[in-house]
């Protein structure tokens, strides 16, 4: 941008940002900054969406055998987009440089992110697009500051609330996404970036109607759960319980990925090595169990509808641990909490199958919230995404299951720098 039109634009915000004498509301240049930014998130994550939606119609032609050869392929070429045009990092490097580099998160490499996740997620891998959105309207957040020379907690807020317009337009859930972007941030203190929670807010919400506009959204919950009426008022104690088992299974995922992290770590290649040989795993698994193919936020349905047995269930629920762990590792690029609801819903029905007499709908969201919120440590988004998602009405046990993962989580975080000084070693 030309420095003259560059002036131009602040002199403008700055008239914006002088309250009119007449005017008895609180409007600023900010909030039509947060409603902008908000917008453009909207739009970014709308053709995205488009855009991976016909990637993942044409992969999905390619089925039996056939998926083995289409994601080694993909997993070759999102490698070499890597390789050469740039690494975008992952969600570590996006929680470190909000917190540690002043809220500043470099646009440079977001086309890499953006075509290596189309074919990571559009070919069948078990991340999902909230990462990518999250680092591209985050960037853009970050961005605008810059543009219009911002510095310090108004830098970092906008770089927040660019990321909580992303996450808000894919889950459809302003107040779970907002909350989500600060959560992620830290470990323990989730109000630790409270200054960023209106700017957040206002982005989300704009972000959702021009998200919805553009792809025809429809307000309500997306997994076909049976409705839920509390009648025993040992719910509460079932929710805790059943969330323990699938905090439990959340170690197993975190160790998993560390186990494979080193490995891949040892294979001293090129990334495009090693995507290539995740995407020959990976295939591997979806020509087996085609319903661990993809991120599961259409398979969650296929798992709620069909009457899998137990053995089945089981096997589901360890091979979808395994094709998250090694998408993960191997370098292929995308977002792990949809997959995770998708393990936390297949360790429900099997939960139920177990017991018949529990409550299906309480074993399946429980089981989701409490692995979700093992891994990422945030419990009151993934409640308030949850309740939403599943049109679930009584949120409380959810928040019962997700502070239960969140307590009983393994003291060193999956997220590295979530924790209180800067780790560069994941970065």
């Not at 490097?93 to 917190?99: A, F, S």
């Not at 792809?215 to 319980?241: C, Q, R």
């Not at 099997?350 to 891994?375: D, E, G, R, Y």
């Amino acid at each position: 941008m030309k420095i003259r039109t560059r002036r131009k634009l602040i002199r403008s915000l700055d008239v914006l940002d002088r309250p009119l004498k007449f005017n008895p509301f609180v409007f600023s240049r900010n909030f039509f900054l947060w409603a902008l930014l908000g917008i453009m998130g909207g739009i970014i994550s709308g053709v995205y969406w488009i855009v991976l939606e016909i990637v993942m119609h044409g992969m999905a032609f390619f089925d039996g055998w056939q998926v083995i050869p289409t994601m080694a392929l993909a997993g070759l070429l999102a490698g070499l987009i890597i390789h050469l045009i740039g690494d975008p990092g992952e969600i570590q490097l996006i929680v470190n440089n909000i917190r540690f580099n002043k809220g500043k998160l470099d646009p440079k490499n977001n086309l890499s992110m953006v075509l290596s996740s189309l074919l990571c997620v559009g070919s069948g891998g078990s991340l999902g697009p909230e990462a990518p959105l999250v680092q591209v309207t985050g960037s853009t957040g970050s961005w605008l500051g810059k543009v219009l020379r911002l510095k310090g907690e108004e830098l970092r807020s906008l770089s927040i609330a660019g990321m909580a317009s992303g996450f808000t337009a894919l889950f459809g859930a302003p107040l779970g996404g907002s909350l989500f972007s600060l959560e992620i941030l830290h470990h323990k203190h989730a109000a630790a970036y409270y200054k960023a929670i209106i700017p957040a807010f206002v982005a989300s919400c704009f972000s959702y109607i021009i998200f919805a506009l553009i792809i025809h959204l429809g307000i309500g919950p997306i997994w076909d759960l049976p409705s839920y009426i509390m009648e025993d008022k040992f719910d509460f104690a079932y929710a805790v319980l059943f969330a323990v088992v699938a905090t439990l299974f959340g170690w197993v995922f975190i160790f998993c990925t560390k186990f494979l992290k080193s490995a891949f770590y040892k294979l001293n290649f090129p990334i495009y090595y090693k995507t290539f040989i995740g995407g020959i795993i990976l295939g591997i698994i979806a020509f087996y169990f085609p319903i661990t193919r993809y991120f599961g936020h259409h398979e969650i349905n296929d798992l709620l509808l069909n009457d899998f047995n137990l053995e089945f269930l089981v096997a589901i629920l360890f091979v979808k641990i395994l094709a998250i762990s090694v998408t993960v590792t191997s370098g292929w690029r995308g977002g792990f909490i949809i997959p995770l609801f998708f393990v936390g819903a297949t360790l429900g029905l099997i939960i139920h199958q177990l017991f018949p007499s529990t409550n299906l709908s309480l074993a399946v969201i429980t089981c989701m919230a409490a692995i979700n919120a093992c891994v990422t440590r945030t419990p009151m988004s993934t409640t308030i995404l949850l309740a939403t998602l599943t049109g679930f009405g009584y949120f409380i046990p959810i928040l019962f299951a997700s502070l239960t993962g969140y307590f009983l989580a393994p003291r060193i975080p999956f997220i590295s720098s979530q924790m209180g000084e800067e780790r560069n070693d994941d970065n």
